[in-house]
């Protein structure tokens, strides 16, 4: 019964979420999406210095390579439709914008994921530590009179759901956030790790 409920949870969750990202593609203006790229350099940079540049560059190559002369075509054909006499002005800017702010949106969830990358570099081997703890933790556990906790063991399995949908939050809303949420959430997946490896019941 509680599976299906968590099912619910997650479908209502799921739905809602495409909802919003929808609804946000339609109206928000890309130089907010513009000024929040911008802000979150400025803050990249302050914690890497100069190795901000060398992620910036690494994310605008691969969006050039990959999809502008696609997106150059878009623009095109969204100009267009506003020429001519049948020509629709206001929905021809429209769709142009839409496809601005489709472009910046696109690389400014590339840059995050080139940050969290970057982040990652240490945070694996810190995960990795993490799970050999909790691993090794429990198997001492087991040649003791000591009882593994499943409460934690659960709360080792929902802080990583939070921080997966957390990372994965970070990555698509368009809108300035703190760069030291990268090192956090590396930090708090690598923790719900060991929490959960730690407590995992003594007889699996």
């Not at 206001?90 to 496809?99: E, G, N, P, V």
């Not at 910046?104 to 982040?119: E, F, K, Q």
């Not at 957390?166 to 956090?184: E, K, R, T």
Request: net charge positive; glycine share 8%.
């Amino acid at each position: 019964m509680a599976q299906r409920k968590d099912s619910r949870i997650s479908t209502v969750l799921a739905i809602g979420v495409f909802i919003a990202v929808v609804a946000t593609w339609l109206f928000i203006p890309p130089a907010v999406i513009r000024n929040s790229w911008m802000a979150e350099r400025g803050e990249v940079y302050a914690i890497a210095g100069q190795a901000e540049h060398v992620v910036y560059g690494q994310a605008i190559s691969g969006l050039k390579e990959t999809m502008a002369k696609d997106f150059q075509g878009y623009l095109i054909e969204a100009q267009a439709m506003g020429q001519g006499p049948l020509g629709n002005v206001s929905f021809s800017q429209w769709a142009r914008s839409r496809i601005e702010a489709t472009w910046l949106w696109i690389g400014l969830l590339v840059y995050r994921l080139y940050v969290l990358m970057g982040w990652l570099v240490p945070g694996i081997p810190l995960a990795i530590v993490a799970y050999l703890d909790g691993h090794y933790m429990r198997e001492i556990r087991k040649f003791s009179f000591v009882a593994q906790s499943p409460v934690r063991h659960k709360l080792g399995i929902r802080v990583m759901w939070v921080v997966l949908l957390g990372m994965a939050g970070w990555l698509l809303i368009p809108v300035p956030l703190p760069a030291v949420l990268a090192p956090a959430l590396t930090v708090s997946l690598a923790y719900s790790l060991w929490l959960w490896v730690s407590n995992l019941q003594k007889r699996l």
